[in-house]
């Protein structure tokens, strides 16, 4: 029984291939190969074996360095955010839950980049924003082309990576090791910072890796909320 089910697994073991290790296996040769002319007149190209594409790598350090500063920042915001949320779910009903849980996936369901354009046309300098403030003589401020825009769009995009793997873990937690921690004395802060916390690691570290990861090689954010810079 078991090896028939495993015959399951072959669709995924083929995406996965397809879609997963080809593609890395195809930027790993470009990182080590170079095209080269070999023959001027018929323009005969031919690949040789390279180490320069990494020794030109220096020329970007600014460039990874910003964006590992603004992975950092959007991982951090997302937890400072995403923690209380998924600590308010799993205290709540099964039918709240729901409709939270909807709430967040809900922007999920449309395209990556039609979400990042939705932030362009609020964020422009006459876009929707800027133009309600302007209704109480307020800017136009710069908010478009900006690092915190970055920040934003990442935030806005990735958030729910974030929730689901927190709630999924504090649901899990037996309510009778938090009972059994009040009965010892511990008051809601000392419960939490003792038992819910140290509990909840697994769900947070899942969290950051998930948002850390397409945080910091996005480039459609990057592009579209930050501008050439």
Do not use: H
């Not at 697994?9 to 890395?24: D, E, H, R």
């Not at 030109?56 to 991982?75: H, N, P």
Request: glycine residues 6%.
């Amino acid at each position: 029984m078991k090896n028939k089910l495993s015959w399951f697994a072959v669709p995924y073991v083929v995406w996965m291939a397809l879609f997963t290790v080809i593609p890395i296996v195809m930027m790993v040769v470009y990182a080590f190969t170079q095209e080269i002319v070999v023959d001027t007149e018929t323009g005969e190209k031919a690949v040789r074996f390279t180490l320069n594409n990494f020794a030109q790598m220096g020329a970007y350090t600014v460039v990874f360095l910003r964006s590992f500063k603004l992975a950092l920042v959007s991982t951090a915001v997302c937890l400072l955010i995403g923690y209380p949320i998924s600590y308010w779910m799993a205290k709540e009903g099964a039918q709240f839950q729901k409709a939270a849980m909807a709430l967040i996936m809900l922007p999920m369901w449309m395209n990556f980049l039609l979400r990042t354009y939705s932030w362009m046309f609020l964020l422009e300098k006459r876009g929707l924003i800027n133009s309600f403030l302007g209704l109480f003589g307020i800017g136009p401020f710069q908010m478009i082309n900006t690092q915190g825009a970055v920040v934003l769009g990442m935030v806005y995009n990735f958030l729910p990576f974030m929730i689901l793997p927190i709630l999924s873990v504090l649901e899990k937690i037996d309510p009778k090791v938090m009972e059994a921690a009040q009965d010892l004395g511990a008051n809601s802060a000392l419960t939490f910072r003792k038992v819910i916390l140290p509990l909840s690691l697994p769900g947070v570290l899942s969290g950051i890796t998930m948002v850390f990861v397409p945080a910091v090689s996005t480039f459609a954010i990057s592009r579209l909320l930050g501008g050439n810079n």
